[in-house]
């Protein structure tokens, strides 16, 4: 059997198709070769535990933030709708957030300039120009850098255990 399988996925790797894996399209003939056995009966140790339906579920905290965090804050934060936020609007009601969004993602997330704006449908240098907006506007205004800095504590909350 293990001949036939060498064989088999040797001709896969010479002939390359146009798909990455080559396997998929060799399982069909591949089948019949595989010995099928029934799965072993698995032992209570493999069984996965029977949790009691008065334990209420809590959702693991995300390792690290992201631009689908700081949006959802943002937007909550500013009383705007998601799907206005990533349209091609240009109301200040709209831009606004957005901007101070992009502004949180380019400091609090590890993504690049051109993943932030692939994340916002926009170009890098939009996410770069939002940035320098923002950060002068955060220097010269205590009341807005007061804002910003509760919403990054909030967001810090977040993935903090």
């Known amino acids: 059997m293990s001949l036939q399988l060498a064989i088999l996925r040797a001709r896969a790797i010479k002939f390359r ?7 998929p399209m060799m399982m069909p003939m591949m089948m019949p070769m595989i010995k099928t ?8 140790v493999l ?6 339906k008065s334990v209420p579920y809590v959702a693991p905290k995300p390792k690290h933030i992201t ?11 500013y009383d705007v ?7 091609e609007r240009r109301t200040k009601g709209v831009v606004f957030p957005r901007q101070v969004a992009q502004y949180l993602c380019t400091r609090m997330t590890t993504l690049s300039l051109p993943q932030i704006g692939r994340q916002f449908d926009r170009d890098h240098t939009t996410i770069l120009s939002t940035r ?8 010269h205004d205590q009341k807005f850098d007061e804002e910003l800095s509760q919403l ?10």
């Open 17 to 23: 198709p146009a798909c990455r894996d080559p396997m």
């Open 37 to 44: 056995q029934p799965d072993p009966i698995p032992s209570p």
């Open 47 to 52: 069984r996965p535990a029977v949790i009691p």
């Open 67 to 77: 631009c689908d965090m700081v949006r959802r804050l943002v937007c909550s934060h």
């Open 81 to 87: 709708r998601l799907i206005d936020m990533m349209s």
């Open 132 to 139: 320098r907006k923002i950060s002068t506007m955060r220097e």
């Open 152 to 161: 990054e504590a909030q967001l810090w909350a977040m993935v903090q255990p």
